[in-house]
Nanobody, 124 residues
Framework: QVQLVESGGGLVQAGGSLRLACAAS????????MAWFRQAPRKEREFVAT????????DYARSVKGRFTISRDNAKNTVYLDMTNLKPEDTAVYFC?????????????????WGQGTQVTVSS
């Protein structure tokens, strides 16, 4: 079992930045590929970014590429999402997820564990 707890969400103006963190506990953190997803009101959960266990492979949604950066610190059992140049359309609840696989994935159904989410609101 893995427990995931997100933090760092909040209200920010368009063009601003936020850093989200997801702290993991339970199993060996480095066994997992990690990802961030988001869900806006009345929309399906969508992929944002993912990183493999070692941090050597990443993938980003087209809508955030160049603005968001995923990173991880296996010594701290934490994955981060640095978000810059935020836009109102980035407003959503952001979730981190863990997948006990070497290969990364964009599909939420392929993740084994989820955090409770953290709200990000970008005002125009």
């Amino acid at each position: 079992q893995v427990q995931l707890v997100e933090s760092g969400g909040g209200l920010v103006q368009a063009g601003g930045s936020l850093r989200l963190a997801c702290a993991a506990s339970g199993r060996t953190f480095s066994d997992y590929s990690m990802a961030w997803f988001r869900q806006a009101p009345r929309k399906e959960r969508e992929f944002v970014a993912t990183m493999n266990w070692s941090g050597t492979v990443t993938d980003y949604a087209r809508s955030v590429k160049g603005r968001f950066t995923i990173s991880r610190d296996n010594a701290k059992n934490t994955v981060y999402l640095d978000m810059t140049n935020l836009k109102p359309e980035d407003t959503a609840v952001y979730f981190c997820a863990a997948r006990l696989r070497v290969i990364i994935s964009r599909h939420p159904t392929e993740y084994d564990y989820w955090g409770q989410g953290t709200q990000v609101t970008v005002s125009s």
